[in-house]
């Protein structure tokens, strides 16, 4: 997620080492955390059978192992989730420290060009986007990851011929997941330009009520207003209907592989190279993938709307400033 953009997300990390202990205790949280997901697909595994073959004893003793290390994943999920939103939201206090003092030194030919409601939408919305951006990046994407990873190694090794063809899916949903973010990027740039000329035309309509009641001008003023909001809606619409239509195509994608999954691993079982306690894991950890799947897909979708949020950060940057 920290590619290499125009925007210019990488010169980001520095503005995080000051943070590098918090990070790192966030980090081994996190490394808890992910490493549960095999531990309890196994339990999954042992569970099934026990409770299909009526052993009470051992379905409670399986149980109890389950909702241990459930309490002690999710105890993970929380010193990570609080130890990592600090940096995050320093991050964000910085850039628009660093902005707003250059903003100050602006030239005044550069000034003229950027409105008040531009600038300010700039410095509030805009960066508060990018803060989150960091914030899901390390709190949820890096898991999120991790989780697929770690998950998929325990597959492999339960099965890696079952598991060659369930990779056989993940190209096509990483293709699929690409091409919908680059839209949704260029719908989330128009979007923000328009939400950036409708704060404009509010500060200078409010500060400047007193001149248009003098010419009468109001109905002007209504018509470019109701111009800009139409405008906004339009924009909007066009963002939300783009990431309507990408989580049915991704879920029925995942819904077919799951149902080829559980096809090939009958055939698998049937010609003995899979025990039923061994499929019933495989398929505990298949489930497992589906959340940082989707995940991952509305992060990336967030990821681009701030990217066009960074962009426009440091277009201010970018602008000529007094010797």
Not at 77 to 86: M, N, W
């Amino acid at each position: 997620m920290l590619a290499p953009s125009s925007a210019g997300f990488r010169r980001l990390l520095p503005l995080l080492q000051p943070h590098r202990r918090t990070l790192l205790a966030g980090g081994l949280c996190m490394l808890v955390f992910v490493a549960c997901w095999p531990l309890l697909a196994w339990l999954a595994g042992q569970l099934i059978p026990a409770i299909g073959a009526g052993n009470f004893g051992r379905v409670l003793r399986v149980i109890g192992l389950a909702l241990s290390v459930f309490m002690l994943q999710k105890l993970a999920q929380f010193g990570q989730d609080t130890l990592l939103a600090g940096p995050a939201l320093q991050v964000s206090q910085e850039l628009r420290r660093r902005l707003f003092a250059r903003l100050q030194r602006l030239d005044f030919a550069a000034l003229e060009k950027l409105s008040a409601g531009d600038l300010t939408y700039r410095l509030t919305e805009d960066a508060d986007r990018v803060g989150e951006v960091i914030y899901k990046t390390i709190q949820d994407t890096t898991p999120s990851a991790l989780q697929l990873v770690v998950v998929f190694g325990y597959m492999v090794w339960l099965d890696w011929k079952l598991s060659l063809g369930t990779l056989l899916l993940a190209p096509l949903v990483a293709v699929l997941v690409s091409l919908f973010g680059a839209r949704v990027m260029g719908a989330a740039e128009r979007s923000q330009k328009q939400v950036s000329e409708l704060a404009s035309l509010l500060a200078e309509a409010i500060g400047g009520l007193p001149l248009v009641r003098a010419f009468a001008a109001e109905p002007w003023l209504q018509q470019r207003f109701e111009t800009e909001i139409d405008l906004h809606r339009r924009a909007r619409y066009r963002t939300q209907r783009l990431l309507a239509l990408q989580y049915p195509v991704v879920g029925f994608l995942e819904a077919a592989g799951i149902l080829a999954v559980l096809l090939m691993g009958a055939a698998r079982i049937q010609s003995g190279d899979l025990t039923g306690q061994g499929f019933s894991s495989y398929v505990a950890a298949l489930l497992m993938l589906i959340d940082p799947i989707s995940h991952l897909t509305t992060n990336f979708n967030e990821f681009q709307q701030g990217q066009a949020s960074l962009r426009r950060l440091r277009q201010i940057e970018q602008e000529a400033v007094e010797p």
